[in-house]
């Protein structure tokens, strides 16, 4: 039994228990913060992914398997931080639970199952590959749950000896870390200037 996380807000938890056919995939959990006292964003919810990932461990799932995603060209400082946040928070929760964790970037099982970048058409591919559980992505705004799920496939097979890594999978989940780690440490940066920016804004307001 494995779980599958395709993170971020939009993302979504799968459990995929293949010896007796279950599969279920819930929306990635979020709620709504201001963030530093200005604006409100959604973001993951910390707490509700550490329980679901204990209740999955708790099922009897041994393995997670995160999409080792990284920053968009052009994304801003603040929305790269929170994506980065996202990941992490599953990351930890994973580890947590006592899960194995598996990191795999999105060319390497994308290209394992044949699933299109197109989000629509990895819709279609998900319903193709799992047609008893469509019905979980048949709006166009559930395509984190379609993902999700078509990743505890390929963790399914990979855990059962079906998926063999190649050398260049092996290098392209390597260089996926360390961009990871680069955009985190640039992320964190920015936001630590953004954060004196605003303390010495503060500082500068004359008092009511």
């Known amino acids: 039994m494995i779980v599958a996380v395709d993170p971020g807000v939009s993302g979504a938890i799968a ?16 709620q709504h913060r201001y963030i530093a006292g200005r604006k409100l964003r959604t973001v993951i919810d910390e707490g509700e992914v550490l329980s679901t990932m204990q209740a999955f461990a708790s099922m009897g799932a041994t393995h997670l398997f995160i999409e080792a995603v990284q920053g968009l060209p052009g994304q801003s400082a603040p929305a790269a931080f ?51 559980h469509r019905h979980l992505w048949s709006l166009a705004k559930q395509d984190g749950i379609a993902e999700a799920a078509l990743l505890s496939l ?30 985190a440490a640039r992320a ?15 500082s500068k307001a004359p008092e009511a």
């Open 15 to 30: 459990l995929n228990d293949w010896r007796c056919g279950r599969l279920e995939v819930v929306p990635m959990p979020v």
């Open 82 to 132: 929170a994506f980065g946040q996202g990941y992490g928070t599953v990351r930890v929760a994973g580890m947590a639970a006592g899960l194995i964790i598996e990191a795999v970037p999105p060319a390497v099982w994308k290209a394992a199952l044949k699933v299109p970048k197109d989000k629509h058409a990895a819709r279609q591919r998900a319903s193709e590959m799992i047609p008893t």
């Open 154 to 183: 390929y963790g399914q097979r990979w855990v059962c000896g079906e998926v063999k890594r190649s050398q260049k999978d092996i290098d392209d989940i390597e260089a996926a870390r360390q961009q990871r780690e680069r955009t």
């Open 188 to 202: 964190r940066e920015k936001a630590e200037a953004t954060k004196a920016r605003i303390a010495a804004e503060r």
